[in-house]
């Protein structure tokens, strides 16, 4: 007489409830777990990354050479009228943070400039600049200029006297020279960077 074989028990459903029980232990658990271990800050959005970079990309460095202490009565090789100085946002331009290496150690204050409204190619530029020193600390060492476009970007470097002799003058005076041939016909924006009070004005090369 052929054995049947045993047929496998027909398994009871979960219930409904424990189901739902088991969803809410793991949202309870999972939730502070992730709030403790998620960084800080926003999100990585690939989208705004990537317009950051593009941004930085279209910033280059222009040849320039500064001379710091200088006479802040006016710059040597002047053509045409004064520009019309005026104060400047404080922020950046989008993405030259981004163009940078480090950081800008920029000073508190630009409070004068004196510049020509006008130029050719041919000449070189001079921007005459007066920097208020936070400190007796800290002296002016430098300017970079960056240029997008039509924009003009001077960006004063500061650094911090360690062992040396402090500054005595609560100003410190800059001139500017950016060589013939680098501007070339149009018109600028440009700027002089500062952390409180910056200063603009526009520039037409001929």
Request: net charge positive; hydrophobic share 45%; charged share 20%.
């Amino acid at each position: 007489m052929p054995v049947r074989p045993r047929l496998p028990k027909t398994k009871t459903p979960w219930s409904m409830k424990w189901i739902a029980l088991a969803i809410v232990l793991f949202i309870a658990i999972y939730t502070p777990l992730t709030l403790h271990y998620r960084k800080p800050g926003p999100g990585y959005e690939p989208a705004a990354e990537m317009e950051k970079r593009i941004a930085a990309a279209t910033w280059e460095r222009v040849d320039a050479r500064s001379e710091s202490p200088a006479d802040p009565t006016t710059a040597r090789t002047r053509l045409g009228p004064d520009a019309k100085i005026s104060d400047a946002p404080t922020r950046l331009p989008d993405g030259l943070s981004e163009a940078l290496a480090r950081p800008p150690s920029l000073p508190t204050e630009i409070t004068a400039v004196g510049a020509a409204a006008e130029t050719t190619p041919l000449i070189a530029y001079q921007i005459n600049f007066i920097c208020a020193l936070a400190s007796a600390d800290e002296q002016l060492v430098g300017a970079q200029v960056f240029q997008k476009g039509d924009r003009l970007v001077v960006l004063p470097q500061m650094e911090k006297i360690t062992g040396g002799p402090r500054a005595r003058s609560a100003d410190a005076v800059m001139l500017l020279t950016i060589p013939a041939g680098t501007l070339k016909p149009g018109h600028y924006a440009v700027t002089v960077a500062a952390v409180a009070r910056a200063k603009q004005w526009t520039l037409e090369v001929k």
